[in-house]
């Protein structure tokens, strides 16, 4: 994933096709396009090792590429990239998407949840992705010179901490390369898998399935233990969807299946032909393709690869983020901007800080590639195995496929998906409960937001008082001074806490009183017509409703210079804000644990300050506190 400034429908056009599809090769195929660094080393020396000769590798190479075909090419660029969300892709994006067309029911619910699930298990991927690929690519130097060895992992966490260290600066400029250099990558690839290839022509046969099926005749228990390892091959594929709001599903698809697909069946292929030759290869096949001269200067490539797919994740966590805070499953963080033009470039530095030490944390604690390839796969299966639910849910209630077709397609790749998930379930004791950990610790604090905010709008409905009511009771009872109040409201219904606050204390209210709501619909972005709502309650008494995308970032004071349907324009010097801030009392009330009550009372007390997410000005501001029990 990447956070690059979201594509508008005009900017996929067929003159900025060739841009768009250079720079989909450098963004949404960098994580895999790394992949052959290990994904074939680990079939025949990993936590399953295989014998390295020909019914071996054929088999493998043969499970690799049918893989290819029907996760990434079938699945991916030919169905799952259909479900766009006004052009946005990704887990948030579909939930937001089947949560908008699919009637509320019975699985609605459980839609969520898979939802949430698959986000979660995306922050264990975006952990473990930087660490794989790069300390792969740094472990070429061994192959070069086995004195090297000793300063891989040092060479390594320095790469990954300065690629960290620069996220606050943004990726503006140096993004610009990331096309060219995966090109080249890419290409380098081709070259040397076309070079081992010519040796051994006829092994270019392993795109014929009977070499899958004879593996699995062979020894039906290796391969599929050897499943774990294959579907490293694609991890990263989810990217092709996540990414498609950036690109376009043309240039997505043009860049995987005249790119990057033949260039890493290609690789895959002259690895294979070399392990035919010198099965002892099989210790690092990428780095032993190349002649000797050529290694150190592959080793510099491979790691310029690895560092632009690892940039990718960390950009696609943040935007991740922002989604998950917009549509209401994390609380309010810092988010900045880095590009004064491009609007999707943003910087989480919450995110980013403890992406950095759980990435050093990995990269220390597991040590070698090898050990990190256990614990790789059980993330990017459990989320192709969540797409596939959430794809059956897209076939059957949203496109309304025929029942027969729908259930034969969501059938299959559950069954596929599933059986490359169970594979990686048998590596959960050595590294796969790592992302399994992440991915729960990062579940409960969605969900944990999510239901908390339910309670607490509840309790708030209970006691919130009726505005006509309220307008009726205070007029002529309470003083008006000059200006303009703005109480921010989470509910469009009832008094907000803050204003009967203001009375109850203050006895006083402005000439102009504008309850503002802000509303995140479940689209990525709204046309600049309709964004604003605005009923005119009587006695100076508006209600205003601010609407926007879960792409969108809000800027109330600029949204509020447009508006002019609440008795004139809204000047800036003569407008006060008012926020309810609500300290939350855990207490036994049938809710949620007491121990989710208290982590919801840390996560409201940490969350970033409303006057910083949404813009407004420093000293415009009066905040007005209550205690609640949920």
Request: hydrophobic share 50%.
């Amino acid at each position: 994933m990447t956070n690059a400034a979201p594509a508008q429908a005009d900017s996929h056009a067929h003159g900025r096709l060739p841009a768009l599809t250079l720079g989909a090769l450098g963004v949404v195929f960098g994580d895999i396009g790394t992949s052959p660094l290990y994904a074939l080393k680990e079939s025949f020396v990993g936590h399953h090792p295989l014998a390295v000769d020909q019914p071996h590798i054929y088999g493998v190479l043969s499970l690799i590429f049918w893989t290819m075909t029907l996760i990434v090419t079938v699945k991916y660029v030919f169905i799952v990239m259909r479900a766009d969300n006004d052009g946005e892709g990704g887990s948030m994006a579909l939930l937001a998407l089947i949560s908008r067309t699919m009637k509320p029911g019975r699985w609605t619910p459980l839609v969520t949840m898979l939802g949430v699930v698959a986000t979660a298990l995306f922050y264990g991927d975006a952990i473990i992705t930087p660490a794989i690929s790069v300390l792969s690519a740094v472990e070429g130097l061994a192959v070069v010179e086995a004195s090297f060895a000793d300063l891989v992992l040092p060479i390594a966490i320095a790469i990954l901490i300065g690629l960290f260290l620069i996220q606050k600066h943004g990726t503006d400029r140096v993004g610009i390369l990331f096309g060219p250099v995966m090109a080249v990558y890419f290409v380098t690839l081709a070259v040397l898998g076309i070079l081992n290839l010519l040796r051994h022509p006829e092994i270019i046969g392993i795109v014929n399935p009977l070499w899958a099926v004879h593996f699995f005749a062979l020894d039906p228990r290796l391969a599929f233990l050897a499943l774990g390892s294959v579907v490293l091959a694609v991890t990263g594929a989810e990217a092709l969807y996540a990414d498609m709001g950036h690109f376009g599903r043309k240039a997505i698809s043009i860049a995987w299946l005249y790119a990057a697909f033949p260039c890493l069946l290609l690789n895959y292929m002259g690895q294979g032909a070399l392990l035919l030759d010198d099965p002892s290869a099989a210790q690092n096949p990428f780095f032993l393709l190349a002649p000797e001269w050529a290694r150190l200067p592959l080793v510099i490539l491979a790691t310029l690869a690895t560092i632009i797919a690892s940039q990718a994740v960390i950009s696609g966590a943040f935007s991740v983020t922002r989604q998950a805070v917009q549509l209401g499953f994390l609380p309010r963080l810092r988010i900045l901007h880095t590009s004064a033009s491009a609007a999707g470039q943003i910087y989480v530095p919450l995110i980013n800080w403890m992406l950095l030490i759980l990435v050093i944390l990995l990269v220390i604690g597991f040590g070698t590639s090898s050990d990190l390839a256990a614990a790789y796969g059980i993330a990017v299966t459990g989320t192709m195995v969540i797409t596939a639910c959430m794809l059956g849910v897209l076939t059957f209630s949203v496109w309304r496929w025929h029942p027969l077709l729908a259930g034969g397609v969501t059938g299959l790749f559950l069954v596929i998906d599933g059986a490359y998930f169970l594979s990686n379930a048998t590596k959960i004791p050595d590294g796969g409960w790592f992302p399994l950990l992440v991915a729960l610790i990062v579940f409960v604090l969605l969900t944990t937001w999510s239901t908390g905010r339910k309670l607490m709008r509840r309790y708030l409905a209970v006691g919130a008082m009726d505005l006509d009511l309220f307008i009726r009771s205070t007029t002529g009872s309470i003083k008006r001074v000059p200006g303009t109040a703005i109480f921010l409201s989470s509910s469009s219904d009832g008094v907000p806490p803050s204003l009967l606050h203001n009375v109850k204390h203050n006895k006083i209210l402005h000439q102009r009183v504008i309850i503002l709501t802000v509303v995140t619909e479940s689209v990525p972005q709204l046309p600049p017509d309709g964004r604003v709502e605005a009923w005119d309650c009587g006695e100076g008494f508006y209600r205003l409703r601010l609407r926007h995308g879960f792409m969108e970032d809000v800027d109330i004071p600029a949204a509020m210079k447009a508006v002019q349907d609440c008795g004139g324009p809204i000047g800036v010097m003569d407008t006060t804000y008012f926020l309810s801030r609500q300290t939350l009392i855990p207490s036994d009330r049938p809710g949620m644990a007491i121990w989710r009550e208290k982590l919801f009372a840390w996560m409201i007390r940490n969350a970033e300050s409303p006057m910083q997410f949404f813009r407004l000005p420093t000293n415009r501001i009066v905040e007005l506190g209550s205690q609640i029990e949920i």
